[in-house]
């Protein structure tokens, strides 16, 4: 990862220092706290002794009646975890239809789901659950931390040093030291907080086909049903020329990565961008402003 190529110089916006973050955070919708208690545990009965995890159709069990996933009957050699014996090939076909009378929390309910699910559907509604935790939406980075909104946004602060302002305009400046050498590993992130919500500025350069070009886009930090009440626009400019952009965040849910290849931002080819620049073509000036507003219900 390489951050040196681009640096903010500057920003209309009011920066937050360290010590307003907690302010904001606290602002951050809290979690709701669970309220579901298992009546029983027969739910855990489902659950494998060797991965820990539900235990889906076909259910396996040894001579003795220990059930187990059957992937992770590869995982023990064919071996009981618990006596030891062979397993051979015997479906637990009880089981299976015990679970279909199940109700079992979402995994997720200690960050505020409330659902109770049919056995089979739990995995589905996991997969979707607007409380399962997001993802750090810091460009370019394998970092594989997760967690609610508060926890990110000072992930972010604290770990990738990312700027945070708030207001609803913004105008940054980046300068790119040697335009004529993009490759996918030049980007910045800039945070905003505004309505009471947080959004990413990503601007990155990377070659499209074999034209190198540059692209700015924002994300929000939330839910895409959340993202779609707003709205913002991006401009680019110089010489007496203009270039705009009108969209609608993306949720952070949606990497980054798929943002960029499905075009959907402010897209500056490299010959445009030296020329709003206005420099010899040995550093590039780009100056990105835009807004940020809340769409009508």
């Known amino acids: 990862m390489d951050k040196s190529n681009f640096l903010v110089v500057d920003a209309d916006s009011t920066p937050v220092g ?15 706290k669970s309220t579901i208690l298992a009546n029983n545990d027969m739910y855990k009965i489902m659950e494998c002794p060797v991965c820990s995890k539900s235990m889906y159709p076909p259910i396996q069990q040894c001579p003795s ?10 995982k023990v050699n064919n071996k009981c975890p618990i006596c030891k014996k062979e397993i051979g090939n015997i479906r637990c076909l009880v089981l299976e239809k015990f679970a279909v009378s199940l109700l079992l929390p979402c995994t997720y309910h200690s960050l505020g789901c409330q659902e109770m699910l049919p ?3 739990k995995v589905k509604h996991e997969s979707q659950c607007i409380f399962r935790p997001y993802s750090c939406p810091s460009p370019g980075s394998d970092c594989s931390v997760t967690g609610d909104l508060p926890a990110l946004l000072a992930h972010l602060r604290v770990s990738h040093r990312v700027d945070l302002q708030t207001g609803t305009n913004f105008s940054h400046c980046y300068v790119k030291q040697d335009p004529c050498s993009v490759d996918e590993v030049s980007w910045t992130l800039s945070l905003f ?3 009471n919500h947080y959004f990413c500025l990503h601007f990155e350069a990377f070659c499209l086909g074999t034209e190198p070009v540059y692209m700015a886009f924002l994300r929000f930090m939330g839910e895409e049903s959340e993202a779609r009440k707003f709205g913002y626009c991006l401009e680019v400019g110089g010489n007496g020329r203009k270039l705009t ?4 965040p993306r949720s952070i849910r949606t990497h980054h990565w798929s943002v960029r290849d499905s075009h959907d931002g402010l897209i500056i080819q ?4 030296l020329y709003f620049s206005r420099g010899d073509g040995k550093e590039l000036k780009l100056r990105v402003s835009g807004k940020i507003w809340k769409e009508d219900s």
Do not use: M
Request: with cysteine; glycine share 6%; hydrophobic share 30%.
């Open 270 to 273: 490299r010959s445009l961008a």
């Open 65 to 74: 009646g220990h059930t187990l996933c059957s992937n992770c009957k590869i």
């Open 18 to 32: 360290p010590n307003e973050l907690a302010h904001l955070l606290s602002e951050v919708p809290h979690r709701r």
């Open 193 to 195: 907080n505004c309505f």
């Open 245 to 248: 952009w009108h969209g609608i």
């Open 119 to 121: 056995y089979y559907s």
